[in-house]
């Protein structure tokens, strides 16, 4: 068996259901130790609730001070990621134990398989493998991990990343290590994510007997016509990163439950999935625009998941990409479709964040796996990415002494 499947294994066993960690961070900072890294817990609960309690690792490997090295001013790298995972579903509807890894034809299964202890082992034997090889490192490396992303993620990274920004450290790429991929380990990343933002609208009605409508004002009929305008609109175009911002419905709910009463209110979450062409404000004034143009009494409520980050084609996509390559032979396709991630919040405080990681056809489903190839591969692509990253730094620093033993 080889490292990097035996730990991805351990992490499965234990059963991290969001927030819990049971002890994933331990191993790992275990592991992290051995290797020179300084590790700080930092958890986190709302407050009186610390039952809830957020588990978060922030663990750093400084540059050594030495003779043509950085130092502490080192360029900084990022892995990025959780140990939590989403609940189970029906355990009888699964074919082996969740938390038993098991495996069968070339896959492993288990809950975290995919999403996301198989990135979090690959990262942590990919940095064995790299300072095993490399003796004077001309970049920092650190991890930062949670076990609330799968949750509320209000005690998770963000809370980490302002504990960061306390602590003047600087960052300077990020890898988080959500699965991205399609059919096969790094043929696709992601180089940002759209911006998340909902809204629960009350449209206010009159209640009354379903056969004297002259006596009640349906709040669902008053606010259909402005579900239908809502639903046409162009919110913008995209552009050459994102595609348009979208905006959905995702529940309605109104009535008592009989049926011969007119509800007294209409309840709409929504939520809009935007780009970096639409603001936060525009996207609020302009939904309000039509609900005030069809004079509707209404109440709205808006919380804002997270705004849009790019990471443009610069130093960490170009290393990664060519990590990618040299194992999968092909070139890693970039996207910033799909759902948010943690690297909305690592965004506001590092200037290049991407994700990379497996696919992600299983995730959040019964029977969740992974390839048991796509685990060593996925090591081999973060070792590749430490490596070019040398390269890289150690120029930049000038240095002309071997780096490796």
């Not at 049971?22 to 590790?39: N, S």
């Not at 007294?264 to 939520?271: A, L, M, P, W, Y």
């Not at 299983?362 to 070019?388: C, F, T």
């Amino acid at each position: 068996m080889s490292t990097t499947l035996e730990l991805t294994e351990l992490l499965i066993s234990k059963a991290s259901i969001t927030p819990l960690d049971e002890h994933c961070q331990d191993v790992i900072a275990k592991r992290l130790q051995a290797l020179g890294f300084a590790c700080e817990h930092l958890p986190s609960a709302p407050e009186g609730a610390s039952e809830l309690e957020v588990q978060n690792l922030w663990a750093l490997k400084t540059a050594p001070n030495e003779p043509g090295a950085q130092g502490a001013s080192a360029p900084v790298l990022v892995f990025a990621g959780h140990t939590d995972v989403v609940p189970t579903g029906p355990m009888k509807s699964w074919s082996s134990d969740p938390f038993a890894p098991s495996k069968r034809e070339g896959k492993l299964y288990g809950r975290g398989a995919s999403d996301m202890k198989s990135s979090l082992a690959a990262m942590v034997v990919a940095c064995e493998e790299f300072y095993a090889k490399v003796k004077h490192p001309t970049f920092s490396v650190a991890f930062l991990l949670t076990s609330d992303e799968e949750g509320p993620a209000t005690h998770g990274t963000v809370a980490v990343c302002d504990w960061l920004t306390a602590q003047q450290q600087r960052l300077d790429w990020c890898i988080v290590g959500e699965p991205t991929s399609v059919n096969i380990c790094g043929d696709m990343i992601k180089n940002g994510r759209r911006g998340t933002l909902s809204g629960k609208l009350v449209v206010k009605g009159l209640q009354g007997h379903i056969a004297y409508p002259h006596l009640a004002k349906n709040p669902i009929h008053l606010v259909a016509p402005a579900l239908a305008e809502l639903v046409t609109i162009e919110w913008d175009q995209g552009n050459e990163f994102f595609q348009p911002t979208s905006w959905q419905i995702s529940n309605i709910h109104a009535g008592t439950g009989a049926s011969n009463v007119i509800a007294g209110e209409c309840v709409i979450d929504f939520n809009f999935r935007f780009c970096t062409e639409s603001s936060v404000q525009s996207l609020q004034q302009r939904l309000q625009s039509v609900l005030d143009h069809h004079a509707l009494e209404y109440a709205l409520q808006w919380t804002l998941g997270g705004q849009p980050f790019i990471t443009t084609p610069g130093a960490l996509v170009e290393v990664v990409q060519s990590a990618i390559e040299s194992v999968i032979h092909q070139r890693a396709e970039l996207s910033t479709t799909g759902g948010t991630s943690d690297g909305r919040f690592i965004a506001t405080i590092c200037p290049e964040v991407i994700e990379l990681g497996p696919p992600n056809a299983s995730i959040h489903k019964v029977d969740e796996h992974i390839a048991i190839a796509d685990i060593d591969r996925l090591k081999n692509i973060y070792l590749g990415v430490l490596e070019r990253l040398q390269v890289r730094t150690n120029a930049a620093a000038g240095q002309t002494t071997p780096t490796a033993h």
